[in-house]
């Protein structure tokens, strides 16, 4: 007699109830980047459906995100004053801070808000850290992080994501948060975070290439998957919630042993480069985006992705693909 693995796949309905991954629009994190000024909703030429926005309309976008299901939102600033030593980047009233405060306010618990902690938009040689002898101190670095998160957590932000790289990172904003009774703020870490081509239109979004050299020295390299288990076993170690792989779609194979070893929630960023890619195929009708698109979900949850942060997010929900 023939075995016949076909015979499960003979109906929708079978294929449904077999399927061994699912999704859930729990799984998503919302990226937005949050720009000074009011009325502001500018669209990113790289990323199309992706805008900067001031405080006040992201306001209403995130309105309308919730309305749609997404309650999961992570925070870049763009376009502050930028400074050898990121001073702005930890100010009280940053936009970000701004940014936090008022979607708290206005939504309290039914949205969680997460914000990026890195210093490259803040630094007028955008590197992510304080430039000396043309290398980023390490040290240094963690003391502004550390200020940069706790000016986010006080002004509400339910978690905090450091994107920068730096050695110790993890332990020194835990540290801070504690020291201020921030003690449940989270701190999901972009653990292992590749020195990554696929990066390239979210700095233009968020005007954040560094001027003079690259991202190497801090950033993984991607040649390294051994080298992935030991920094996530760091921050592990420091205290991190959540850990992270970016990108994405190039790591699945990361994304995957993160997942065995470890027991924390592993999220995973599909970064601006991978949706550029997406789009721009599927703008000139060369893919079936709205397949394209899920199929590459179904591969992060696959991988064993338990959280995606993603700017296909609002797009899923709108049209109702999950
Ligand atoms: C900044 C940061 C970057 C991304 C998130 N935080 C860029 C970089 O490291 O150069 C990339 C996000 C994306 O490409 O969507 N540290
Ligand atoms: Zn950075």
């Given at each position: 007699m023939l075995i016949r693995p076909r015979r499960l796949r003979k109906s929708p309905i079978l294929r449904e109830m077999v399927a061994e991954t699912r999704l859930s629009k729990d799984m998503f994190i919302y990226p937005y980047f949050v720009v000074p000024g009011k009325n502001v909703v500018h669209g990113i030429d790289a990323m199309p459906g992706v805008s900067h926005f001031s405080v006040d309309t992201l306001l209403k976008d995130v309105e309308k995100s919730l309305s749609l299901g997404i309650n999961k939102v992570l925070l870049f600033g763009v376009g502050e004053e930028k400074t050898e030593d990121a001073?702005?980047?930890?100010?009280?009233?940053s936009v970000v801070a701004n940014a936090v405060r008022v979607l708290k306010r206005e939504f309290s618990d039914d949205l969680y808000v997460i914000t990026d902690v890195c210093t490259c938009a803040y630094t007028t040689h955008g590197h992510c850290g304080i430039l000396e002898h043309d290398y980023v101190q390490n040290d240094k670095t963690v003391d502004v992080l550390a200020k940069m998160a706790l000016s986010h957590a006080q002004a509400g932000a339910d978690m905090i994501a450091p994107?920068?790289?730096?050695?110790?990172r993890i332990l020194g904003i835990r540290e801070k948060l504690d020291q201020h009774n921030l003690e449940n703020t989270a701190i999901m870490s972009y653990s292992i975070k590749f020195a990554s081509a696929y990066y390239g239109p979210f700095r233009e979004a968020a005007d954040s290439a560094p001027g003079k050299g690259d991202r190497k020295a801090y950033q993984m390299d991607f040649r390294n998957p051994r080298e992935t288990m030991r920094e996530s076993a760091l921050d592990e170690y420091e205290g991190a919630d959540i850990l992270m792989v970016k990108p994405a779609l190039a790591y699945l194979d990361v994304i995957k042993s993160l997942r065995e070893s470890t027991d924390l929630p592993v999220a995973c960023y599909n970064v601006s480069g991978e949706y550029s890619m997406v789009k721009a195929a599927g703008a000139k009708g060369w893919i079936d985006e709205q397949k394209v698109i899920m199929e590459n979900m179904y591969a992060f949850s696959r991988a064993g992705a338990n959280i995606i942060i993603t700017y296909h997010a609002r797009e899923i929900m709108e049209k109702g693909w999950i």
């Open positions: 001073s702005s980047s930890y100010d009280k009233h994107s920068d790289m730096m050695d110790g």
